[in-house]
């Protein structure tokens, strides 16, 4: 009888071991410190011992939001084919533009010339010409969170949006944060709309032009990375710069006053080679597309966001004055009349385009953005940091969703 009893026993271990080998195949395994390498745990794992590689270009200097967003991202994603895999994944990122410029990102992936890229669509004006709608200013967007979420909806309901990116592989699509209207010590504060006629204004992609030129400013086309030479020599006299560009290109140096008012956002994006991820075994797409669409973009926007903190708190520190517009100012930038000659500027834009219905696209993006209006709306009342994203719900959510399609079990 207790012969029998230890068989049993022996059988029901035997029967859990073999399921823990099985699942191991797909799931992310409980912390057992170390990888299946260094423990020697094999048995069962997928890969041939085998080193993949993915080079990464990134317009943005090594201490960027984009440049920690992708290394965090790639770590993710080696982390899972370390865990679950004989094989390793290896991202290398070029950052500051060392591979290829911000303008020459998307080409070089699709071309295969780099595997991944971290970029903003604004670079290529005409180019993503429905996905310049996160740029549109008074389209509601208010954060890179909420433009994240817009962007990624506007991919997957609205087929010609979908068709900007068929030739790529797309990790995320997502918001930035908040571009706001900065001008030099020598020029001074904004506070009236007279204050705003000739302003020689930095600025970046169609659609934001069309709501500078509109409120009465100049804009002038100038590449990110010029944008501080042109601000300290006065060729302008204040730029449309987001947070995290402020921040990346200390541009704190050459503003001396910003109005806390987001002009617009703007459509960023992480795209892979397609052919570079159908080349790779299934448990390294898995580990790719565990961390890929809404877990990458809500990741993307949430790092995005904490610029809003950390970089008005520099700001402040070195006499930056930022200040609220005055209802007068409001009032004319936010007015009825701008907004509708804005918007059916960029409806008339989107008609420029061979099969393209720009009032229907219009209309449906703009019923994206009233979806997710009540969420998003007090966004940055709490402050939040980059280490509490992996712990958030939003992130718990994203992960859960992706393993459910994938059919991985996560413990």
Known sequence: ?????????????????????????????????????????????????????????????????????????????????????????????????SLYGGGEAFGAVEAGNADMAWGAAAFYSGQFPIAEFIQLPLNGINSAQMGSKVFMDMAAEIPEAAAEWETVKVIALQGNCPGILSTTKAYGKVETADDLKGLQFRTAGTTAGLWVSAVGMEPVTVSTSDTYEYLEKNIVNGCMNDYHNIDCFNLYDVIGYAMDYCVSTSPCFVIMNQAKYDGMPEHIQNAIDLYSGAYAADMAGWYWDTCVFTTSAEMESVGIEIYEPSAELYDFMTSDSIKNQVHSEYIAFLNSYDGLDGQAIYDQCMAIVDKYAAEYANIYDTEFTIDQWATSDVATADLEANAATLGITLE
């Not at 370390?82 to 390793?88: F, G, I, K, R, V």
């Open 1 to 97: 009888m207790k012969l029998r009893k230890i068989l049993a026993l022996i059988m029901a271990m035997a029967m859990c071991l073999a399921l823990l080998t099985a699942c191991g195949n797909n799931d992310t395994p409980a912390e057992t410190g170390g990888t299946p390498a260094e423990t020697g745990d094999t048995a069962g794992l997928p890969g041939e011992g085998k080193e993949y590689e993915i080079i990464v270009t990134n317009h943005d200097s090594e201490v960027s939001k984009g440049a920690q967003y992708m290394e965090d991202l790639g770590n993710l994603m080696s982390d899972y084919v370390a865990a679950n895999s004989t094989d390793t994944l290896k991202f290398t990122i070029f950052n500051g533009g």
